[in-house]
């Protein structure tokens, strides 16, 4: 039977994870079990670090996902952050805050679900951190290398067509049935990595679907002061999105996050060349919109023109009342 945490201390459970995990790669000059992990950077190339937590009743339900589909969720959050600035995963820090009564043996699989997932990138799992606290969180700060082209929100230019990756809806509706009830399997986070590898040289701006694509290119074009219009009807929706919300599926799709795509800029010169790039990203790629001067801001037009109404969308976790991303 797994043992229960207090029957296996804070500090007995951390140095058999040490042991499991080991010393890492050649990057990880100190990794698990000192006050800090010291890591090596290649070339001197640029480094990128991000965090994201997952939060249990904010973000999930224990029964909505295994230990390790946890842990490697965690983990892709971040890796399509380190993605959306060009560069790939390079090391990973997890903390883990834990209610009373939690087994020891959920705390291993999700470290397993991080590493599993970190390991596709070639990256490691150097430290972290164990907490008690109200409820299961599971936090992760992961550092990445940029690539030759470092890609911000700042670059978008009055001209540039607006794409995308993938398809979107399908993760929030997937959500939004478990809320309600109906049992629905949550598909896994894409992995844009590569996407991103291949985009990157191209990209004028760039930034990944987590809050909503009308809230998160709405960022982009703040940072670029700059106005997109969006056509409604080129918003790549998803299969399982327009099953379940038909007719309402594209403004739930602009609007409901959790997506985990990428969202992005290019020059006109570069649009000819997009069916060859979505072969080397491993991914469809559509051409969303347009790039304006003004007004600043995000306007999606229906099939005749006219600005699509769109309830107010886009996640924020500050808002009251507080909802489930």
Known sequence: ???????????????????????????VRVGVGDDAAALRVPNGRTLLVTTDALVE?????????????????VYAVNASDVAAMGGEPFAAVLALEVPRGVRTALLDEIVAGVVVAARRHRAELV???????????????????????????????????????????AMAAAVRDRGAGVRTALPPVPDRVRAAAAIAPIATAMIDVSDGLVQDLGHVAAASRVGMRLAAGRIPVARACRMRLEAEATPFALTAGED??????????????????????????????????????????????????????????????PRRR
Not at 5 to 14: D, V
Not at 278 to 295: D, E, K, N, Y
């Open 260 to 321: 985990y795509e990428l969202a992005f800029t290019v020059g006109a010169e570069h649009v000819t060349s997009l069916p060859r790039l979505a072969r080397r990203a491993g991914c469809p790629l559509t051409r969303i919109g347009i790039v304006t001067r003004r007004p600043v801001g995000v306007t999606v037009l229906d099939a005749n023109g006219r600005p699509l109404p769109l309830r107010a969308g886009g996640f924020d976790h500050l808002a009251a009342p």
């Open 1 to 27: 039977m797994p043992r229960r945490a207090p029957a296996a201390s804070e500090h007995e459970w951390l140095r058999g994870l040490r042991a499991r995990l080991g010393s890492g790669g050649p990057a």
């Open 57 to 73: 009743g904010v973000h999930f339900e224990r029964p909505w996902l295994s230990p390790r589909e946890l842990g490697e969720r």
């Open 127 to 169: 430290g972290g951190n164990v907490s008690g606290g109200p409820v299961l969180a599971v936090t992760l700060t992961l550092l990445g290398l940029a690539g030759p082209r470092l890609v911000t929100r700042d670059g978008a230019r009055p001209g540039d067509h607006v794409v995308v990756t993938g398809r979107l809806g």
